[in-house]
């Protein structure tokens, strides 16, 4: 099963400025060489559920290690069975109806 | 690793009235034998981090297998490695604080 | 226009225990007179639009003026024009399907 | 009270395909004059707090107004006293960190 997840991690009790722990996030994604885009309040993700999956544990997981005690974290999961769509089709299909 | 989850699963193009499916996620939860709590807006639940992920997985596939092409999920994750927290202990500490 | 809402106020950079915020927030939406119910993930509201937006613009002033100097929110936003619904047929609409 | 927010508006029951629907937001956002970014999960809005719910709630009447019955949103809502911070400044931030 496909999904399009958009990740945002936030780690609690360690500042205000959490830049560094959004970056260890995008290495993790890199590294799990999923497709992924960064904007100013998350990033998106798309690949295999369990490999999205995997890779947001594997974020905690790092986040954790940096120090931060407490993590919350914001996750959207979408799902279809009836045709397959990328990140960037998204994106197209909203544009389209702009032109 | 142990996580309070908040889960809310949105089943698209089936109509306006969700409450079947979300009732199927009931199931899935107490299947799964994991603490959850309902409320008007999603479902606590508290359990191992690979139990959860499994569970949400499930709902899914089954809202899909219940006729729903598409699903937008939101999902909220909460891990903290400086002591143990229950769901009752997230609400008794904010109600102490009300007394 | 009528909203369900659910709210979770997370100060940043304050330590990991959040729950004196989270109990102001209560008293802003008991204090606004507005329908609400803590759970373990957030908090659900009920009442008028503008009335619910004015009691999370409150929130985020007072746990400012709390000391937290960054805050992020998550705010589920739900309006139907098909028909009126509150919190509690939410949860028995779910329900009637368990038994 | 300036809001670094991100807005994913889902109308329900109309169908599988919302493009549409969340090409209208981008209309409302453009015409109030807020800078905003679309992803593929939604779209990151900057400005003062007043106005970006204004926009949020013009975005609800507009859908409500092309046939969707029922609306459901998800909101984020970022707030900060300690500095001023752009949409760029957030993304720019992260990434210094991973060069």
């Not at 069975?81 to 197209?92: C, G």
């Amino acid at each position: 099963m496909k999904v399009i997840a958009d990740l945002c991690v936030i780690p609690m009790g360690v500042g205000v400025s959490v830049s560094q722990y959004v970056a260890e996030c995008e290495k993790v994604l890199a590294e799990a060489g999923l497709t992924h885009h960064l904007h100013a309040y998350g990033t998106n993700i798309e690949g295999d559920w369990d490999a999205v999956m995997a890779a947001v544990k594997c974020c905690h997981e790092r986040v954790h290690a940096m120090g931060a005690d407490r993590i919350t974290t914001s996750l959207k999961l979408g799902t279809r069975i009836d045709r397959d769509q990328s990140l960037q089709d998204k994106i197209d299909s909203v544009r389209s109806k702009l032109d």
